[in-house]
């Protein structure tokens, strides 16, 4: 399966620890964003990159967030200090550069819950 | 401030009929459509697009209508399938920058035997 792959799939943590989930693209995507989706809402941007440049962070991306991608393959995203109010279905996608075609593939996503 | 709007939570249709599934947007910036299918446990899944030179795309049971003037796309499905029956969110981007999609807030469609 070449699909985009997430790890882990859920995560339980408490309030106050720190969790990092994985994201592996597509492999010739040069494209990878991070949403996030909670409960009767669509996903919403977070972050994208482009190779291993981060292009863009959405208001949403407090400074307990933070994002990589190490030479432009695979991502990590941390959260720090998690609150209950991060408790949300994290979606990764990519998407290959293309002038005429902005489809993104996402992932199944990571469910984290904080309790 | 919700810039892709979709207004109806849930539609129920007869298998066989056709499905419509609306969605409206407020961001003239926006030039670029999709609409994505999500089933319970899964990421979402690209289904269909059309940028804003077009006003229709056409894709086997699946065709997107967009009007312009009014901000305002469809999706048609034809003839409907109990497969079909899934979360159906629509998505938009500006081609400029392409690097984000602003999504609705979904309609579940339920097929019915």
């Known amino acids: 399966d070449t699909g985009v792959s997430q790890n882990p799939r859920h995560k339980i943590t408490k309030r106050g620890q720190n969790v990092t989930f994985r994201c592996d693209p597509i492999s010739e995507h040069n494209r990878l964003y991070w949403y996030r989706q909670t409960l009767g809402q669509g996903p919403e941007f977070l972050t994208y990159f482009q190779n291993e440049a981060q292009l863009e962070k959405s208001r949403l991306l407090s400074d307990r967030f933070s994002a990589e991608r190490p030479k432009g393959s695979f991502s990590t995203l941390e959260i720090q200090r998690t609150e209950q109010g991060d408790s949300a279905m994290y979606l990764c996608?990519?998407?290959?550069?293309?002038?005429?075609?902005?489809?993104?593939?996402f992932g199944p996503g990571t469910r984290l819950t904080v309790t | 401030d919700q810039q892709v709007k979709q207004n109806s939570p849930s539609l129920s249709v007869q298998e066989g009929r056709i499905s419509i599934l609306n969605c409206d947007y407020t961001?003239?910036?926006?030039?670029?459509f999709l609409w994505y299918k999500k089933y319970p446990a899964e990421g979402p899944t690209f289904l269909i697009s059309i940028s804003s030179i077009k006003d229709k795309n056409e894709d086997g049971r699946f065709t997107v209508f967009l009007n312009k003037s009014a901000k305002h796309l469809s999706l048609h499905i034809v003839p409907s399938q109990p497969g079909d029956s899934a979360v159906y969110f629509c998505?938009?981007?500006?081609?400029?920058?392409?690097?984000?999609?602003?999504f609705g807030t979904g309609t579940r469609l339920q097929v019915t035997l």
């Open positions: 998505a938009a981007s500006e081609t400029g920058t392409a690097s984000k999609l602003t």
């Open positions: 961001n003239s910036m926006f030039d670029y």
């Open positions: 996608a990519s998407s290959l550069a293309l002038d005429y075609s902005y489809e993104q593939y």
